[in-house]
């Protein structure tokens, strides 16, 4: 099977989350329920997700939901959400699905992103689902779909992030 493929993602994030195809099922439960709330943790930690408001719904091996709940602080002067946070809703999920496919050390920069913007958010509950495409040497290739309340595809953004082992993002 050719790495980076659907399988080989999963497997691959599965031993990465929980360290072993030995464990049993609760052992396995225990150990996605302590990543999940260490991701929590770390999501409220950034100013800039905490500022918009973004909350971790669901994360799995190569997957990520965030959601938002629409603020007035949100909107730009049309009265719908700007542009902007949904780019960066999906940069974060898209992140987070991406690192859990990746060996712990592994630090994650976005090289580009793409995203088309196909319907207005004016209000409710926003879903961004992103899912890792592609795990390469030294880049990772996540899709994410944002999606409104009556899930409706709001937009669809295609990212990749360069992926580097013991190396840090500050001075």
Do not use: W
Request: aromatic letters at 4%; proline letters at 3%; a positive charge.
């Amino acid at each position: 099977m050719a790495h980076g493929s659907g399988d080989s993602v999963g497997r691959r994030a599965y031993r990465v989350l929980v360290g072993s195809f030995t464990l049993t099922k609760s052992e396995t439960d225990k150990a996605a329920k302590r990543f999940k709330a260490a991701l929590r943790r770390r999501l409220k930690e950034s100013r800039a997700t905490e500022l918009m408001g973004f909350a971790l719904d669901h994360v799995e091996p190569g997957r990520a939901v965030l959601r938002l709940d629409v603020r007035p602080r949100h909107k730009q002067l049309h009265g719908v959400v700007h542009g902007g946070i949904l780019a960066a809703m999906a940069d974060t999920a898209a992140a987070i699905a991406a690192y859990t496919v990746l060996p712990k050390g592994t630090t994650l920069a976005t090289v580009e992103l793409s995203i088309n913007y196909l319907e207005p958010v004016p209000e409710g509950r926003v879903k961004a689902e992103a899912r890792v495409l592609r795990v390469g040497r030294n880049f990772v290739v996540a899709e994410c779909e944002i999606r409104i309340q009556n899930g409706s595809l709001a937009a669809k953004a295609l990212l990749t992030f360069g992926a580097a082992v013991g190396h840090s993002l500050g001075k």
